[in-house]
């Protein structure tokens, strides 16, 4: 490549970014609230483990509660997700025109792994769920029918 | 020549990736010792005893067969970085948490201790 050509080359570069910049941008956002919920599935015994048990197992609960006669230990974890694509002119006609030439969409998705213990008034794991909403791929989970 | 190409390439970088970072840090500071957990006995310590030793929970919960005293703080990190039409975000939020559980005596029956917030990091999404 010669030189006027290298220089013509750079400067579209410089002139394509300075107007794209302007004109697309894609937004990669992610926000993670809490530690991997771990489930020991075969440590947890119905009927046998003791409130104790569970907390030197897992450690403090994110949430307590009271369920009923019962008392519910909630470890959880969230996870958030934003995509967003922005397609505008670089140019602002604000002043000129009463218009926006803005396009933007985006999708937000929060997953929450969770694991409820149960105990009974003898402080006994009475019952358990485990549910990992990580597991569900980001775009799959956004566009499905599935609420 | 070769000065012309350096120029060129300087103004390509820095027209190209005028991105910046920005870090930050949120706390939420309660300022409990965990130290102190080897003062407690489960059966004997009364939870007037615990706030004596940890001070004001941050969150009392009425249970079925008693009360949870909560003591919380949170470390966030953020990292977001901007470049020509990419914009990357990334926010970690982590706790240290200590959850006492009483009966319907105020006797410490349990306790729970999870030491997270030194796991929040700073870092783009993954």
């Given amino acids: ?147 | 020549m070769r000065l012309t190409s350096k120029i060129l390439a300087v103004l390509i970088i820095t027209t190209l990736l005028p991105g910046c970072i920005a870090l930050g840090k949120n706390k939420e500071f309660q300022p409990f010792d965990s130290t102190k957990l080897d003062k407690l006995v489960p059966g004997k310590t009364k939870a007037a005893e615990v706030t004596e030793i940890f001070g004001a929970p941050s969150e009392v919960v009425e249970l079925a067969n008693g009360n949870a005293y909560i003591y919380k703080r949170t470390v966030t990190k953020g990292t977001v970085c901007w470049l020509v039409l990419l914009t990357l975000g990334n926010a970690e939020k982590q706790h240290d948490q200590l959850v006492f559980f009483f009966d319907l005596h105020d006797t410490l029956t349990h306790y729970g201790l999870s030491l997270d917030a030194d796991k929040a990091k700073y870092e783009l999404p993954r």
Wanted: positive net charge.
């Fill in chain 1, 1 to 147: 490549m010669n030189c006027p050509a290298k220089i013509f080359t750079a400067f579209s570069l410089i002139a394509a970014s300075f107007f794209l910049s302007g004109c697309v941008s894609y937004q990669i956002s992610r926000y993670a609230e809490g530690n991997e919920v771990a489930f020991p599935n075969d440590r947890l015994e119905v009927g046998k483990t003791t409130l104790g048990e569970a907390l030197s197992l897992l450690g403090a609960p994110d949430k307590v509660a009271k369920a009923g006669l019962e008392d519910l230990l909630v470890y959880e974890r969230a996870l958030l997700y934003r995509n967003r694509l922005k397609v505008g002119l670089p140019i602002p006609l604000s002043s000129v025109i009463r218009t926006s030439l803005d396009a933007s969409a985006y999708g937000t998705l929060v997953r929450y792994d969770s694991l409820a213990l149960f105990f009974n008034s003898e402080r006994i794991l009475s019952h358990k769920t485990f549910q990992q909403g990580s597991s569900h791929p980001y775009l799959k989970t956004l566009f499905s029918s599935d609420q």
